[in-house]
C-alpha cells in the first residue's frame, strides 16, 4: 500500500486491496529516525476525533464528527480545514451507514454549506465530495439520471485547477462511468482528465497524474494490444506481446502480502492445467517491494506459470512497478484476460467471472468436475 489518497477509494471494491491508503503516513518512525513532531492543533483535535469514533457505532461516530467542529475556531490553514472537512464528512456518513440516517442528511448538508466557502480550495474539495458522495448512491438510478451526475463530476473535475480532491474524484468518476457504459466511454473520458493532470511534476499531484493516464491506457486494452515487457525470477527477460502470441494470456497483478490475491491461486492453478495445454498462459506480475519474499513464497508452492518481478524506481514502494502504473493499478488482485491478438477480453477476470470467461474462450475443451470443497486430494 501507499500514500493517504481519498478513504473511499479504499472501500471501492470489496476483497481488492487498494493502493491508496494511509499506511507509508501512519507508519511509525525506524528506529534510527528522529521521533514524530507534536501534533499541530488542528491535528490533535483529528487524532482525539479518530480514537472517539471507535468502536464505530453510530453515536462514537456522531461524537468524532462533533469534536471535529473545534477546528474552525483554530484558524486552520486550507489544507488544514480541507481534510478536517472531510473526515468529519467521512464520519457522518459512516454514521448514516451505521444506522442513523439523518446522519447522512447532515454530512450533505454540511458539504453544501463548506461548498460555499470564501476559500476557494475548500470550495471545491467540499463540491468534489459532494459529488463522490453522491456518484456513490446513485447505483439504482436509471442510466439517463446517473449521467447527469457523472457530467456534474466531470465538469468539476475539468472546470478547476487540479488538486487531490479533484484527483479522488475523478478515480470514482472513471471507475463509475465505466460500470455504466463500458471500457470505450470510460477510456475516453479518462484520457481527457488524464490530459488536464498531464505534466505535473510535484507530489502528490504527480502521482495522480501517472495514475490517470495509467486508467487510459487500461481502458484502451479493449482496442490496443497490450505492452508489458517484465523480468522473469530467474532474470530473463519477458516480452508478452513476441513471446505469447497467439496465445490467451492471463495477467495476475499480486503480492505477497494480499491476503486476497493469494486465495485466487488455487483456482488459477486448477484453470492453468486444464488450459494452459489449449494455449492459455498466465503471468502473475508481482508488486512486492523487493524480489526476495516473492522468490520464498514460490519456494513454498508449486504454481506452474509465469512470475515476474521488476524494480519501482528508486525510493518507491512496490506499487510503482513499471507495467502497474502503465496500466493504473490501483487495487490488487488485478486480472486483465487477453485474446490472441493482445486486445484485452476482460479487464476485471477473477475468480468465477475467470472461470467462465474460459469456458466461453475454450469451448471445446473438456473440463473436469470440481471435487467437493471438503474433498482434499
Same mark, same amino acid.
Given at each position: 500500500?501507499?500514500?493517504?489518497?481519498?478513504?473511499?477509494?479504499?472501500?471501492?471494491?470489496?476483497?481488492?486491496?487498494?493502493?491508496? %491508503?494511509?499506511?507509508? =503516513?501512519? $507508519?511509525?518512525?525506524?528506529? #534510527? *529516525?528522529?521521533?514524530?513532531?507534536? +501534533? /499541530? @492543533?488542528? !491535528?490533535?483535535?483529528?487524532?482525539?476525533?479518530?480514537?472517539?469514533?471507535?468502536?464505530?457505532? %453510530?453515536?462514537?461516530? =456522531?461524537? $468524532?464528527?462533533?469534536?471535529? #467542529? *473545534?477546528?474552525?475556531?483554530?484558524? +486552520? /490553514? @486550507?489544507? !488544514?480545514?480541507?481534510?478536517?472537512?472531510?473526515?468529519?464528512?467521512?464520519?457522518?456518513?459512516?454514521?448514516?451507514?451505521?444506522?442513523?440516517?439523518?446522519?447522512?442528511? #447532515?454530512?450533505?448538508?454540511?458539504?453544501?454549506?463548506?461548498?460555499?466557502?470564501?476559500?476557494?480550495?475548500?470550495?471545491?474539495?467540499?463540491?468534489?465530495?459532494?459529488?463522490?458522495?453522491?456518484?456513490?448512491?446513485?447505483?439504482?438510478?436509471?442510466?439517463?439520471?446517473?449521467?447527469?451526475?457523472?457530467?456534474?463530476?466531470?465538469?468539476?473535475?475539468?472546470?478547476?485547477?487540479?488538486?487531490?480532491?479533484?484527483?479522488?474524484?475523478?478515480?470514482?468518476?472513471?471507475?463509475?462511468?465505466?460500470?455504466?457504459?463500458?471500457?470505450?466511454?470510460?477510456?475516453?473520458?479518462?484520457?481527457?482528465?488524464?490530459?488536464?493532470?498531464?505534466?505535473?511534476?510535484?507530489?502528490?499531484?504527480?502521482?495522480?497524474?501517472?495514475?490517470?493516464?495509467?486508467?487510459?491506457?487500461?481502458?484502451?486494452?479493449?482496442?490496443?494490444?497490450?505492452?508489458?515487457?517484465?523480468?522473469?525470477?530467474?532474470?530473463?527477460?519477458?516480452?508478452?506481446?513476441?513471446?505469447?502470441?497467439?496465445?490467451?494470456?492471463?495477467?495476475?497483478?499480486?503480492?505477497?502480502?494480499?491476503?486476497?490475491?493469494?486465495?485466487?491461486?488455487?483456482?488459477?492453478?486448477?484453470?492453468?492445467?486444464?488450459?494452459?495445454?489449449?494455449?492459455?498462459?498466465?503471468?502473475?506480475?508481482?508488486?512486492?517491494?523487493?524480489?526476495?519474499?516473492?522468490?520464498?513464497?514460490?519456494?513454498?508452492?508449486?504454481?506452474?506459470?509465469?512470475?515476474?518481478?521488476?524494480?519501482?524506481?528508486?525510493?518507491?514502494?512496490?506499487?510503482?512497478?513499471?507495467?502497474?502504473?502503465?496500466?493504473?493499478?490501483?487495487?490488487?488482485?488485478?486480472?486483465?484476460?487477453?485474446?490472441?491478438?493482445?486486445?484485452?477480453?476482460?479487464?476485471?477476470?477473477?475468480?468465477?467471472?475467470?472461470?467462465?470467461?474460459?469456458?466461453?474462450?475454450?469451448?471445446?475443451?473438456?473440463?473436469?468436475?470440481?471435487?467437493?470443497?471438503?474433498?482434499?486430494?
Amino acid at each position: 500500500m501507499m500514500f493517504g489518497l481519498s478513504p473511499l477509494l479504499r472501500v471501492l471494491l470489496t476483497g481488492w486491496i487498494i493502493a491508496f %491508503s494511509s499506511v507509508s =503516513l501512519s $507508519a511509525e518512525p525506524a528506529a #534510527d *529516525q528522529p521521533a514524530a513532531e507534536e +501534533p /499541530s @492543533p488542528v !491535528e490533535a483535535v483529528l487524532i482525539k476525533a479518530r480514537e472517539a469514533a471507535q468502536p464505530r457505532t %453510530s453515536d462514537d461516530l =456522531l461524537e $468524532a464528527a462533533k469534536l471535529i #467542529d *473545534q477546528v474552525w475556531d483554530l484558524q +486552520p /490553514s @486550507p489544507e !488544514e480545514e480541507t481534510k478536517a472537512m472531510k473526515t468529519k464528512a467521512r464520519y457522518l456518513y459512516q454514521a448514516g451507514a451505521a444506522g442513523n440516517q439523518g446522519a447522512r442528511f #447532515d454530512a450533505k448538508n454540511f458539504l453544501e454549506q463548506k461548498s460555499h466557502s470564501k476559500v476557494p480550495q475548500v470550495a471545491i474539495a467540499a463540491r468534489c465530495s459532494l459529488l463522490e458522495y453522491q456518484l456513490q448512491e446513485i447505483i439504482t438510478l436509471p442510466n439517463r439520471e446517473k449521467q447527469l451526475y457523472f457530467d456534474q463530476a466531470e465538469a468539476c473535475v475539468l472546470e478547476n485547477p487540479p488538486s487531490t480532491a479533484t484527483g479522488d474524484l475523478a478515480f470514482l468518476l472513471i471507475d463509475s462511468v465505466h460500470g455504466v457504459h463500458g471500457p470505450v466511454v470510460a477510456g475516453k473520458l479518462a484520457s481527457k482528465i488524464a490530459q488536464h493532470f498531464a505534466g505535473i511534476q510535484t507530489k502528490p499531484l504527480a502521482t495522480y497524474s501517472q495514475f490517470l493516464a495509467g486508467m487510459a491506457n487500461q481502458l484502451a486494452l479493449v482496442d490496443t494490444p497490450i505492452e508489458i515487457k517484465a523480468t522473469r525470477l530467474d532474470g530473463t527477460p519477458l516480452d508478452v506481446a513476441q513471446d505469447l502470441q497467439g496465445k490467451i494470456v492471463l495477467i495476475d497483478f499480486w503480492a505477497t502480502w494480499c491476503g486476497p490475491c493469494i486465495r485466487e491461486f488455487p483456482e488459477l492453478k486448477r484453470l492453468y492445467e486444464i488450459y494452459h495445454p489449449h494455449g492459455l498462459e498466465i503471468v502473475s506480475i508481482s508488486l512486492d517491494d523487493t524480489q526476495e519474499p516473492v522468490t520464498q513464497f514460490l519456494k513454498e508452492r508449486e504454481l506452474p506459470w509465469t512470475f515476474v518481478w521488476d524494480a519501482p524506481p528508486e525510493g518507491t514502494p512496490g506499487w510503482f512497478n513499471p507495467n502497474a502504473m502503465r496500466y493504473g493499478v490501483r487495487g490488487i488482485p488485478a486480472m486483465f484476460l487477453l485474446g490472441k491478438d493482445g486486445k484485452a477480453i476482460a479487464l476485471s477476470a477473477r475468480g468465477r467471472r475467470l472461470t467462465k470467461l474460459l469456458k466461453e474462450v475454450f469451448p471445446d475443451v473438456e473440463v473436469p468436475a470440481e471435487k467437493p470443497a471438503d474433498e482434499t486430494p
